[in-house]
């Protein structure tokens, strides 16, 4: 039988990890049912991208055509990165409907209003597919503005280092080009960080809150900022920050152990990260398919652990900020 747990008074930060686990733990073969689908469809789409790049834009992995850049291979590097780019947004979309899934199928089961089968849960967020498609393109928008502000001064520092380059100014060339790869590093760490922070609640409102996407938007900034008791602790970014880092490690950890096999295949065909060279260059189509399925599988296993971490949060953020516990405690 399903664990449930009611999370209706403020938790700790090592609560909200613990009980995030447990839950996760006591129902992973229905939500895993719920996200295998969605995990298949991710990988699809990046094994399509690959595909086609290979077809359209094959000198983007040509060591020979690198070797003699020309405005040809410029144009194949720009129409591979431009696949990546789509295949990852599309992913992201696949991603952020799963999590609206996902939080539907949890939510009821936290505060013990119900437990809704994985079909309640993908009818729920196909029905709500209009909001989560305008919140998701609201979404990428702000991050762009953001991702150039971040990464603009490691943009400037590489611009310089290349005319000083050109100069014959080696040595103040290879000092910018330290300095631009350290704020390329630092940019892309707080890139990934504030839109983790931003955006960590969106999938949790749209399941959970009757909004629109615009609406959304602004209560995922409400719910993720501001000070929800004293101290240091009491900060809501802090406490996200914190907790982000520790969830995401986690799974980054077992994302590697699972991913083990598909990196055993790639140094048994001496696959490398030069151009013609990579994993899916000189990997057969016979074993990178079965590779991906399995990592598919995988990810419909570890994937439901940040949702439930996510919608734990959200919880907790009304409970503490909007009494949640007393409105469900009168029936309001």
């Known amino acids: ?73 410029f144009t194949h590097m720009f129409g591979s990165l431009s696949l990546l780019m789509l295949a990852i947004l599309a992913s992201l979309f696949v991603a952020q409907v799963a999590g609206v899934a996902a939080t539907h199928f949890s939510y009821s089961r936290l505060i013990n209003q119900g437990q809704p089968n994985a079909s309640d849960s993908f009818r729920h967020a196909a029905a709500r597919l209009g909001t989560i498609t305008g919140a998701f393109f609201l979404s990428m928008a702000w991050s762009v503005l953001v991702m150039v502000l971040l990464l603009l001064p490691a943009g400037v520092l590489g611009g310089g280092a290349m005319a000083l380059g050109l100069n014959d100014q080696r040595a103040l060339a290879a000092v910018l080009g330290v300095l631009a790869a350290l704020a390329l590093i630092l940019g892309t760490i707080v890139l990934v960080l504030w839109f983790a922070i931003r955006f960590i609640l969106v999938s949790q409102i749209i399941a959970i809150e009757p909004l629109g996407a615009l609406a959304t938007f602004r209560r995922a900034d409400a719910l993720s900022s501001g000070r929800v008791s004293e101290g240091a ?31 055993f295949a790639g140094a048994a065909f001496g696959a490398n990260f030069t151009p013609g060279n990579t ?36 919880t907790d953020m009304r409970v503490r900020r909007e009494g949640l516990d007393l409105e469900l405690a009168l029936g309001t």
């Not at 403020?10 to 073969?29: M, Y």
């Open 1 to 73: 039988m399903p664990l449930t747990l009611n999370p209706l008074r403020p938790l700790g930060l090592g609560e909200l990890i613990d009980r995030s686990v447990n839950f996760w733990r006591a129902n992973w073969k229905p939500l895993f049912w719920l996200l295998l689908g969605f995990q298949l469809v991710e990988g699809t789409l990046v094994a399509v991208s690959q595909a086609v790049t290979k077809v359209l834009f094959p000198l983007a992995s040509s060591q020979a055509a690198l070797k003699q850049p020309n405005a040809q291979v």
């Open 233 to 263: 602790g009491g900060l809501v970014k802090l406490r996200l920050t914190v907790l982000v880092t520790i969830v995401g490690t986690v799974l980054l950890i077992m994302s590697v152990v699972a991913s083990m096999p598909t990196l």
């Open 279 to 314: 994993l899916n260059d000189v990997v057969p189509l016979y074993v990178m398919i079965p590779l991906q399925l399995v990592q598919s599988v995988m990810g419909a296993v570890l994937a439901p652990l940040y949702i439930v971490f996510q919608t734990f949060f959200y």
